[in-house]
């Protein structure tokens, strides 16, 4: 079993619409949660952290934290052509050594 | 302030052959790291530096050496380049351990 596990997708979602994408992770001791967008060809970029149950909001961002399902997911709303990217989970925890340990990433596709 | 910069951009070194990536930030940041990505296999930790004189082995550490040079500095070296090493190449680094911001990555390929 993979320690951070995404859906390589891709997901496709119409433009305005919501994209939802899920990550779970294996180490109960996870800390610390991080949403990195990566375009092809790029680096990828950090676009939210999240260090508690519920939900944090940036924008168009949202991310959610579950630790007890060990789940953490983001929602994209009213989404854009430029949201057309592969987003990676990523998680830190002690058992890492406070590392991140970083999923396979999500491709999503926003169709005009 | 450049955050993090890498160089070269691109490589292509033939089997056996040595070279040494270059990473710097300017962030004053204490953590920093160097991953590799292949497709289909994320990204993937090869080693990473906690703090200035301080170097620990990460997933994929074979076949590489690194040095801390300085607070700002940190190289990946590669003795003996061989073809299974061609990939993309991201330095990363942190206050600590968490929020990492990575470079815009070296591509190298290995014939």
């Known amino acids: 079993q993979k320690e951070v596990e995404q859906n390589s997708g891709p997901l496709s979602v119409p433009e305005g619409a919501i994209a939802s994408l899920n990550c779970t992770y294996s180490?109960?001791?996870?800390?610390?949660f991080f949403w990195y967008r990566q375009y092809s060809g790029k680096s990828p970029e950090l676009i939210m952290f999240i260090y508690s149950n519920g939900d944090k909001e940036d924008g168009r961002f949202t991310a959610q934290l579950n630790k007890a399902s060990q789940y953490v997911s983001l929602l994209i709303r009213d989404s854009q052509p430029s949201d057309s990217a592969t987003y990676l989970c990523a998680v830190s925890g002690e058992a890492a050594g406070n590392k991140l340990t970083f999923g396979g990433g999500t491709r999503v596709l926003v169709k005009p | 302030n450049a955050g993090v910069t890498q160089t070269p951009k691109f490589q292509v070194l033939k089997t056996g052959q040595s070279m040494t990536l270059q990473c710097a930030q300017d962030m004053n940041h204490n953590s920093m790291y160097w991953y590799r990505q292949d497709p289909g296999m994320g990204l993937r930790l090869i080693y990473y530096s906690a703090s200035e004189g301080t170097t620990d082995k990460g997933e994929v550490p074979n076949g590489y050496n690194v040095s801390r040079l300085n607070k700002r500095e940190f190289s990946l070296r590669l003795e003996s380049a061989a073809p299974s090493q061609t990939s993309v190449y991201f330095c990363a680094s942190s206050v600590v351990g968490d929020e990492q911001y990575f470079g815009p990555g070296t591509r190298l390929t290995v014939t």
């Open positions: 180490d109960r001791g996870s800390q610390s």
